[in-house]
T-cell receptor
Framework: KNEVEQSPQNLTAQEGEFITINCSYSVGISALHWLQQHPGGGIVSLFMLSSGKKKHGRLIATINIQEKHSSLHITASHPRDSAVYIC??????????FGEGTQLTVNP | DGGITQSPKYLFRKEGQNVTLSCEQNLNHDAMYWYRQDPGQGLRLIYYSQIVNDFQKGDIAEGYSVSREKKESFPLTVTSAQKNPTAFYLCASNLDRGGNQPQHFGDGTRLSIL
């Protein structure tokens, strides 16, 4: 069983829809990253959080350390949000472990 | 602008050849990492370095080697011992060795076997 499970694996939405991507993990962690990978392959860090909720523009990330669960929400989705979103818990020191990613496609 | 530069973007290797992937950062970060990404799988850690002249094996180090002679550079060599080298390779760095800061990623190198 993977240490990190993301759902769904693939998600197609219409522009303007509210998006939720979920991440569950089985190991103890101190923090969790949400990453965005564009079609060319480059990765950008969206959030790093260890408790509660963080918001950046239309993106919101939440985490419940006790329940070992995190969610990434996108409000008013746009085609430019189309990318792979990766959950990456921080398991020890500065080492990350990674989910397989959620492929999001937002259609105009 | 500060960032991580990986080169080349695409790389082809013949059977039995060693190839070296370049990773340079001008962020003054102490920690640097190499990951491998295969279709349908999460990123996996190959090697990491938290300080110059020191590095540790990650989860899939066999068939790979690294060096960290300078703070800004962390090249990865894919040796002929790596039997399935075709993959997307990502380099990352982190200001904080303790992981309290986000990792910064390069744009990756796609390696293929001829």
């Amino acid at each position: 069983k993977n240490e990190v499970e993301q759902s769904p694996q693939n998600l197609t939405a219409q522009e303007g829809e509210f998006i939720t991507i979920n991440c569950s993990y089985s190991v103890g962690i101190s923090a969790l990253h949400w990453l965005q990978q564009h079609p060319g392959g480059g990765i950008v860090s969206l959030f790093m959080l260890s408790s509660g909720k963080k918001k950046h523009g239309r993106l919101i990330a939440t985490i419940n350390i006790q329940e070992k669960h995190s969610s990434l929400h996108i409000t008013a989705s746009h085609p430019r949000d189309s990318a792979v979103y990766i959950c990456a818990p921080l398991v020890s020191g500065s080492r990350l472990t990674f989910g397989e990613g959620t492929q999001l496609t937002v259609n105009p | 602008d500060g960032g991580i530069t990986q080169s080349p973007k695409y790389l082809f290797r013949k059977e039995g050849q060693n190839v070296t992937l370049s990773c340079e950062q001008n962020l003054n970060h102490d920690a640097m990492y190499w990951y491998r990404q295969d279709p349908g799988q999460g990123l996996r850690l190959i090697y990491y370095s938290q300080i110059v002249n020191d590095f540790q094996k990650g989860d899939i180090a066999e068939g790979y080697s690294v060096s960290r002679e300078k703070k800004e550079s962390f090249p990865l060599t894919v040796t002929s011992a790596q039997k399935n080298p075709t993959a997307f390779y990502l380099c990352a760095s982190n200001l904080d060795r303790g992981g309290n800061q986000p990792q910064h990623f390069g744009d990756g190198t796609r390696l293929s076997i001829l």
